[in-house]
């Protein structure tokens, strides 16, 4: 539908520009950004615009860059092609100033010069977690201590109480601006999308490159393009990746004064992910890795969650998030959960003989499993019973780029390696979906012939095959098994 609401623009004498709604939430969301690639707005722009090619974004920008509302530069890319950057201007921010959408001491944000790539993701991780929003229903987000309201989508009430023609001087000499609306800092509420505000918490020194707080779940995303050390001999070096750890596990309390919980997403740059960056990255598999088993070794007490996931799988730590599952989950399964998965293995195992059930922890030492000095005790396991004798089944919920069920994993292996849980047991990994599964960095960097002999035991599946009614069940080097390898053999 189109607007009844437009700002004439002039910015010199007889050169004008019409701005629409969507164009001022554009502009808004830039200052918010500070600096964005020409791509990442044009993103942004489709959140707010159901339908716009995105030549015309470019025509766009351009009359904005020759208004002097924003200022476009370009940069050459590893590839040969020149890549175009966004920031408002101070002509642009005086108009946001005068539809108080910002307030009137407002000033332009840091541009950052160096370190383009790692900016550039820090905007796109922003990006995937607003248009999950908009999915959820969520038609805005409150950024900084400013409290400003940013739209994400185009069904709000963005500038309501203004209709027809506004006209908009860059100039004094050009002509009196029409308007000057007061700016109102928003209000906090429960259900909002809150970016960048610690809500109240000294962060002890730790400086996020982005934080999104939503239904009491609070994130700290930290972007790795490997210039850092993951970790130092030095004990007092606090900008390794181990001490920021170890500052977010002693931060973990001080939220959980405000019942909010908190988790930190380490995000590794690499060459398979959606945003265009000025160099080309190597893939970080193996520095993956090499964060999980470090902050495993060096970080002991780890109370929250902790992810190593690269830029490309992003996605998953955003649908997480809003489906409430970014945080400890607390049981692994609930009753009915293992029934069903109980009932799914039966069906799907074709052994006549075979019945499964659910072994509940106070029901352990039945079978000979004694869990009482355990590190980390699994509340339910499946019990099998067939001709080949009783075996178990670990089922461990596990989340893509997770370390602390990483380590949880490890310790099940080593338990089930050594007989802890009678003969030719397993650990069954069951992801959400196929794309997880496939998709997490799980393993050893070095691997001996020790853990070569745990990881026998492994087993994986996901839920979205379970849900789907597809039996498919892989190892550890993600081969897809007969059903029957889950017996003894």
Do not use: C
Not at 286 to 311: D, H, P, Q, T, W
Not at 414 to 438: D, M, R
């Amino acid at each position: 539908m189109k607007s009844d609401f437009k700002i004439i623009y002039h910015y010199k004498y007889n050169k004008k520009i019409e701005l629409r709604r969507e164009d001022v939430k554009a502009l808004l969301f830039l200052y918010d950004q500070s600096l964005l690639s020409q791509p990442q707005l044009f993103m942004y722009y489709r959140l707010v615009v159901d339908r716009f090619a995105e030549a015309s974004f470019r025509r766009k920008t351009k009359k904005w860059h020759e208004a002097g509302i924003i200022r476009k530069s370009k940069r050459s890319i590893e590839n040969g092609y020149k890549l175009a950057f966004l920031n408002l201007t101070e002509a642009g921010l005086s108009l946001l100033k005068g539809l108080g959408l910002i307030h009137s001491k407002s000033q332009l944000k840091y541009r950052p010069d160096k370190n383009i790539d790692h900016t550039l993701v820090i905007k796109q991780i922003a990006l995937e977690v607003f248009v999950k929003a908009k999915k959820e229903g969520i038609m805005f987000y409150i950024s900084g201590e400013e409290k400003i309201r940013v739209p994400i989508t185009n069904k709000d009430s963005f500038l309501e109480k203004l209709k027809g023609e506004i006209h908009f001087y860059k100039r004094e000499d050009l002509g009196q601006n029409q308007i000057h609306l007061p700016f109102t800092k928003g209000k906090l509420e429960s259900t909002d999308l809150i970016v960048n505000n610690s809500l109240g918490v000294e962060l002890k020194g730790i400086k996020p490159d982005w934080m999104v707080y939503y239904k009491k779940q609070l994130v700290f995303f930290e972007v790795d393009t490997g210039n850092e050390s993951i970790d130092s001999e030095n004990s007092s070096n606090q900008n390794t990746i181990v001490s920021k750890v170890r500052r977010y596990n002693y931060l973990k309390t001080e939220y959980q004064k405000q019942k909010v919980f908190i988790a930190t997403a380490f995000v590794l740059v690499d060459k398979e992910q959606d945003v265009i960056t000025l160099r080309e990255h190597s893939n970080k598999k193996k520095r993956i890795l090499n964060m999980k088993e470090i902050i495993l070794n060096k970080v002991f007490n780890i109370n929250f969650s902790v992810y190593a996931i690269g830029m490309s799988r992003i996605r998953e730590v955003v649908y997480l998030f809003f489906t409430g599952r970014i945080t400890p989950l607390g049981r692994i399964f609930n009753d009915k959960g293992l029934k069903l998965l109980a009932e799914y293995l039966n069906k799907n195992l074709k052994n006549k003989s075979l019945t499964i059930e659910v072994t509940h922890l106070n029901n352990y030492r039945t079978y000979g499993i004694n869990t009482t000095n355990f590190n980390y005790s699994p509340e339910n396991i499946l019990t099998l019973h067939h001709l080949g004798g009783t075996q178990h089944i670990v089922p461990v919920l596990i989340r893509e780029g997770h370390i602390k069920e990483m380590e949880k994993t490890y310790y099940y292996l080593e338990k089930a390696h050594k007989g802890f849980f009678a003969f030719n047991s397993k650990i069954l990994l069951v992801y959400s979906s196929n794309a997880a599964l496939e998709n997490d960095v799980f393993g050893k960097t070095k691997p001996g012939a020790e853990f070569k002999s745990q990881v026998k035991h492994l087993l994986k599946i996901s839920l979205e095959d379970i849900n789907n009614g597809i039996f498919r069940l892989y190892d550890f080097n993600g081969l897809l098994k007969t059903p029957e390898d889950i017996l003894i053999n």
